[in-house]
Nanobody
Framework: QLQLVESGGGLVQPGGSLRLSCAAS????????IGWFRQVPGKEREGVSC???????NYANSVKGRFTISRDNAKNTLYLQMNSLKPEDTAVYYC???????????????????WGQGTQVTVSS
């Protein structure tokens, strides 16, 4: 009954913005490291950004300065604000959670235990 449900994806022009949301149920995100990952068909899943239970953040170099990750523990929701979007940001975006406390979160995908079903982000003119 542990679920992560993404929303907010869609079609946006280059330079535009989107905010992705990930609503968690069945567990509380404050006990977890949570992150955003993306995947293009035929390519390996890539870590985009993550935030630890102590609010330390980590960003892929390709999105640093453009994307911002945040969490609202009261709402049990994770967000990814994406600005200055580029065509190469096009992918299916997944949120994921890993039970962990403190430290800096990892952008490796394999340790994460819980995954959403993904939301499509397409950046195109």
């Amino acid at each position: 009954q542990l679920q992560l449900v993404e929303s907010g994806g869609g079609l946006v022009q280059p330079g535009g913005s989107l905010r992705l949301s990930c609503a968690a149920s069945g567990f509380t995100l404050d006990y977890y490291a949570i992150g955003w990952f993306r995947q293009v068909p035929g390519k390996e899943r890539e870590g985009v950004s993550c935030i630890s239970s102590s609010d330390d953040t980590n960003y892929a170099n390709s999105v640093k300065g453009r994307f911002t990750i945040s969490r609202d523990n009261a709402k049990n929701t994770l967000y990814l604000q994406m600005n200055s979007l580029k065509p190469e940001d096009t992918a299916v975006y997944y949120c994921a959670a890993l039970r962990a406390y403190g430290g800096k979160c990892t952008l490796l995908y394999w340790p994460y235990d819980h995954w959403g079903q993904g939301t499509q982000v397409t950046v195109s003119s």
